[in-house]
C-alpha cells in the first residue's frame, strides 16, 4: 500500500462516456490507456486511502 507520506501522485485524464454493462445507472471513464467502471476505478483509489483528491470536470 502506498502511504500518503510518500507524497506520490497520479493523475488519471479521460472522460466519462455511457456504460452499456450499466445502463441507466453508472457510466465509465474512458483515458488514454485504461477504461475503468466505478467500481474498478473505486478498487484503483483504495491504494491512496489517506491522500487528498481533486476532480475536475470540464
Not at 502506498?2 to 457510466?27: F, H, K, M, Y
Request: aromatic share 8%; with cysteine; proline share 3%.
Amino acid at each position: 500500500m502506498i502511504s500518503a507520506a510518500d507524497q506520490e501522485v497520479e493523475t488519471i485524464r479521460g472522460t466519462i462516456e455511457w456504460d452499456e454493462s450499466c445502463p441507466n445507472t453508472l457510466p465509465r471513464i474512458v483515458s488514454q490507456t485504461e477504461i475503468y467502471t466505478w467500481d474498478e476505478l473505486g478498487r484503483k483509489l483504495m491504494t491512496y486511502e489517506g491522500f487528498a483528491i481533486t476532480i475536475t470536470v470540464d
